[in-house]
Each structure stands twice: as C-alpha cells, then as structure tokens.
C-alpha cells in the first residue's frame, strides 16, 4: 500500500475538503486493522495479514509477480528466516510468499488452534484468499510438515511442487514403529527450555541449530542474534505446544498422499533433525520424490549455505 506521500507535500492540511480528510482517515483505518486485506497486483513488497476462521490473524509478505513460491517456516521462527530465498526469488523473476504461522513471529499469540491440521487450514485460508495456483511449497523443518499436510489435505489442482527442507517428516519421535527416532526426553528438555528460560535457551540452541558448535565453524553472532529475535517475537504458549507438534506428529499417510514433484533437502550433519531417519525415509514414502543430500551441512543451511540451497531450489522449480 503506497503510503500518501503527495498529500502532505501539497498541504494538505491547508487545502483539503472535509470528504477528502475523510476518505484518507477511512484508509488509514482500514490498513492499520488487524483484519486488512490488500493485494496489489503489480511488482514490489506488499505484506498483508488476513484473519482466519477462528479469528487469529496471519501475517505474510507477498512480494512480485509470476509463478507463485510459498515459504513455511520452522520452529520458533516466522517469515524472516526465509529472506535469503525470498529475495533471491524476487531477482529471478517469481512472486513470492510467507507467513508466519499462527502463534510465531508477527500473527496472533494464539492460546488454542496449535496442531497441525490446523496450521494446514490457514495455509489453505490464505492460498485462497490469494487465489493461488501452480504453488511451489518450500518448508523447512516444521514448515515441512505444514507442507505436507497442507499439500496432503488441502492442494489438490493448486500445487506444482513441493520442497521439504531439513524436514521434520515422516516423524520425529522414537517409537516401536520408528525406533530410530529421537527419545521423548529430547523434546522434554526442549520443552523446559522454552517454558522456564526462554531468551537463554533461545540464545543457545542457533549453535546446534546451524552447527556452529563444530570444530573450526565460523560463528555468526548476527545469524544467532536473528534467530533468537524472530523467536521471542512468538508467544510462548504457542510455541510451546508446536514442540509436540514437530516431534510427535506422523506424516507417513500424508507423504503416500502427495501427487506432485517432491524435492527432499537435508544436512547430513544436522543436528535438530537427524538426517537418517528423516528424508532417506521420506523419500521412501513419496511417489515422485528427488534428492539433494548435502554431506556436514547443518540444519538451518538454507541460511548458512544459501547460494548452494538457492540454486539447487531454482534448478528443481525450473526443471
């Protein structure tokens, strides 16, 4: 939305009509809501929140035109850990979409609506409302799973392709049916964390997160910074309950579902999402599945490793 600069340059103070200060305080109204819809159907960066069925409200950014890409995000994170790629999309011609998931970054602090179908019905709410079609989903890590239940659930005639990215898919928890998965007390521990310390926990995990707690990494403190930012932006009850979300939810029939071209990224050195029983698995389960496995790369690559993720994507969406 352009905002209305020419306005106060021809003082407009001094030379508007009462119906014209009017209508302006109606716009300004309508774009502060909470409940606002704009689309803007030319090229630049435009972000809109829509509000959803049970009355959360969902932030994203919708940048650009062509062929539409959407970004889900990972745990405790919002549409921001996605700039690399959305920027990098943006140069190459597409348009690009993110949002942050109901609970994260700048939507509601949501108490109730934290499971998975529920995120796959928002993602479906906003496709819609942006009439969306010939979608290349791109999770990571949650963001994967939303990606598979929404593609499963929801994306039959609107989706192209889909990306899982370090992904959280087919299940995360150790079990007699998955018994190289991680141990409830993983998550048990990520769970105390977030309850009783939050911002240090948060400070913490981006070491294993994007394995800077390796011999000879190079640490960025300001990739560390942002991660714990895009984290206390979040509602801790929402994020909270997303722990049991990523950990124990079973996207085995949703994969067995997905019809579409299905890229599967991961780290072979990722730390949060261990890598063998996660994509070669997932991969199992998809009918038309390719593979990029990147060997010492950790989990949150797409940001440490963004030129390689970035063209590999672009090599996947155009082939």
Known sequence: MKEPKNISRRGFVATATTTGAAALLTRTAVASSPSAFVKEGKPGAVTNTITVQDGTT??????????????????????????????????????????DRRGHGRSTQTVTGNDMDTYAADVAAL????????????????????????????????VAKAVLIGSVTPVMLKSEKNPGGLPIEVFDQIREGTANHRSQFYQD??????????????????????????GMMGGIKAQYDCIRV??????????KKIDVPT????????????????????AKLLKHPTTNFYPGYPHGMATTHPEQINADLLAFIQS
Not at 246 to 255: A, G, I, N, P, R
Not at 272 to 280: E, G, M, S, T
């Open 127 to 158: 496709v819609e409302k942006l009439d969306l079609r010939n979608v290349v989903h791109i999770g990571h890590s949650t963001g994967g799973g939303e990606v598979a239940r929404y593609v499963a659930k929801f994306g039959k005639g609107r």
């Open 246 to 255: 990523f950990s124990e939810t079973d996207f085995t029939e949703d994969l």
């Open 263 to 282: 890229l599967l990224m991961h780290g072979e050195d990722d730390q949060i999402v261990p890598f063998n029983d996660a994509a070669p698995l997932a």
């Open 58 to 99: 969902i932030y994203y950014k919708d940048w650009g035109t062509g062929q539409p890409l959407m970004f889900h995000h990972g745990w405790p994170l919002s549409a921001d850990a996605w700039d690399a790629q959305m920027l990098f999309f943006l140069q190459h011609g597409f348009r690009v979409i993110a949002h």
């Open 205 to 230: 995990l981006p070491m294993a997160f994007y394995g800077f707690n390796r011999p000879g990494a190079v640490v960025s403190q300001g990739v560390r910074d942002d991660w714990w930012r895009q």
